[in-house]
Nanobody, 125 residues
Framework: QVQLVESGGGLVQAGGSLRLSCAASGRTFSSYSMGWFRQAPGKEREFVGGISWSDGRTYYTGSVKGRFTISRANAKNTVYLQMNSLKPEDTAVYYC??????????????????WGKGTLVTVSS
């Protein structure tokens, strides 16, 4: 079992930066691929970025490439999402998710086994 807790959300001006953290508890954290998803009001939950358990390779959806960076610190059981050059359209609840030994170039929400409760990011104009 894995429990995930996101933090770092809040209100930020367009063009600003925010760093989200996801703290995980459970066995063999290093064997879990970790993903970030977001859901805006009235929209489907979408993939934002992921990081592989095996080689640390990262993946991003096109709209955040060059602006967002996902990383992990296995010794701290934590995954991060550094968000730069934020835009109002980035406003959403951001969720951390995990799946052991997951391998994909774009993470699918329904594939993920564990989810945090989310943290709200609001980007104002």
């Amino acid at each position: 079992q894995v429990q995930l807790v996101e933090s770092g959300g809040g209100l930020v001006q367009a063009g600003g930066s925010l760093r989200l953290s996801c703290a995980a508890s459970g066995r063999t954290f290093s064997s879990y691929s970790m993903g970030w998803f977001r859901q805006a009001p009235g929209k489907e939950r979408e993939f934002v970025g992921g990081i592989s358990w095996s080689d640390g390779r990262t993946y991003y959806t096109g709209s955040v490439k060059g602006r967002f960076t996902i990383s992990r610190a296995n010794a701290k059981n934590t995954v991060y999402l550094q968000m730069n050059s934020l835009k109002p359209e980035d406003t959403a609840v951001y969720y951390c998710a995990a799946k052991e030994y997951y391998s994909a170039s774009a993470y699918v929400a329904r594939d993920m086994d564990y989810w945090g409760k989310g943290t709200l990011v609001t980007v104002s104009s």
